[in-house]
């Protein structure tokens, strides 16, 4: 058993010693391609991790020789599971305080390194280079070792390389984000070209909400906001918002006013109601709007109170402070009962 675990270790050693000396190979080699203070970096973490290696094989070794007699007890199989189990563990647990020892240091470039070429964790790398914002090079791993386009697109982006996260967004198929850049660099024929696009395809999904804020927020067209908020109006694609939010963009009291006027006059009666609680809204915002927003109401319940007598109820919302009203609309509720029971 005792042999076994020796065994172990003395591969492990001779195992690392080969690696070592490739790594020299390669550190030697890399002086023809970097500069020499990239090199000693390179050659400064090795030496580093190769002194935590070893302290780790000879701190179990000398736990091993003190176990010895009990490791008898318990057979070989498990002491050499628990040997290679310990080592690997506590070598690990040394790369993750080297990688947290360079962090406290603000050296985030000798952390991301630890993390992608000790620990083969490369988001945990990618994510380090940009928390410390090496956005450049974090935007490749996430690119070459991850394939994420996402995480790239918005390390390219803290980066000012626009151009990289458009190439990028196109290829997500992002339009709203791709006109937003677009609009950074001042670029606003692209700008408004992927807009429109993004502004079609809402419409067509019957998002007229939000097609009008990309046309009023992006595009600053006002008026092309409006168009197609009274579209979704008038064809009954979310009819209530697009009203509300109609009326909403209109900041003139006496044109307010005068819309909703107008466009009472065009409303079917189907759609009456809807207008109603679009009234609601209206009647709250302004004083001057009360006479306007009171009367329209009290004809569209006059209208519809003998298929709906529940209607009735709506007569509060236009007459807050008048308790009087409260009380016909119980008389008016009581009577019609009776009239029902009769």
Excluded at 48 to 69: G, H, P, W
Excluded at 143 to 157: F, I, P, W
């Amino acid at each position: 058993m005792m042999m076994n675990k020796q065994k172990f270790i003395d591969k492990f050693i001779a195992a690392f010693m080969l690696l070592a000396l490739f790594k020299v190979i390669g550190i030697v080699t890399q002086l023809f391609h970097e500069s020499f203070w990239s090199v000693v970096g390179t050659l400064g973490i090795f030496l580093i991790v190769a002194f935590i290696i070893l302290l780790v094989i000879t701190s179990l070794k000398d736990k091993e020789q003190n176990n010895r007699n009990s490791a008898g007890r318990k057979g070989s199989g498990s002491s050499s599971f628990y040997l290679e189990n310990s080592l690997f563990d506590r070598i690990r647990s040394k790369y993750e305080e080297l990688a947290e020892k360079y962090i406290a240091e603000n050296d985030y470039k000798k952390a991301a390194r630890v993390y992608m070429n000790l620990l083969q964790d490369n988001y945990r790398g990618a994510k380090t280079l940009e928390n410390g914002g090496f956005y450049n090079e974090a935007a490749v791993v996430y690119l070459k070792k991850l394939n994420n386009k996402s995480d790239a697109a918005t390390c390219y982006e803290k980066a000012k390389q626009y151009k990289k996260a458009i190439d990028l967004y196109k290829e997500m198929e992002q339009k709203e984000k791709v006109g937003d850049l677009y609009k950074e660099i001042n670029d606003l024929k692209n700008a408004h070209h992927y807009y429109q696009i993004v502004a079609d395809d809402y419409t067509i999904n019957n998002q007229m909400v939000k097609a009008s804020l990309v046309y009023r927020k992006k595009m600053e067209k006002a008026e092309e906001a409006q168009k197609v908020l009274l579209k979704g109006w008038e064809e009954d694609r979310d009819a209530f918002n697009c009203l509300n939010n109609y009326f909403a963009n209109i900041f003139d009291v006496k044109k307010l006013e005068f819309e909703i006027k107008h466009l009472y006059q065009k409303t079917p009666t189907h759609k009456k109601i809807t207008y109603l609680e679009a009234l609601k809204y209206e009647f709250k915002k302004d004083p001057e709007l009360h006479t306007v927003t009171r009367n329209i109401a009290y004809e569209i319940i006059a209208e519809k109170v003998a298929t709906r007598s529940e209607i009735v109820n709506e007569l509060k919302y236009f007459n807050p402070d008048d308790e009087v009203i409260l009380k016909d609309i119980s008389r008016f509720k009581t009577g019609r009962n009776k009239m029902f029971r009769n």
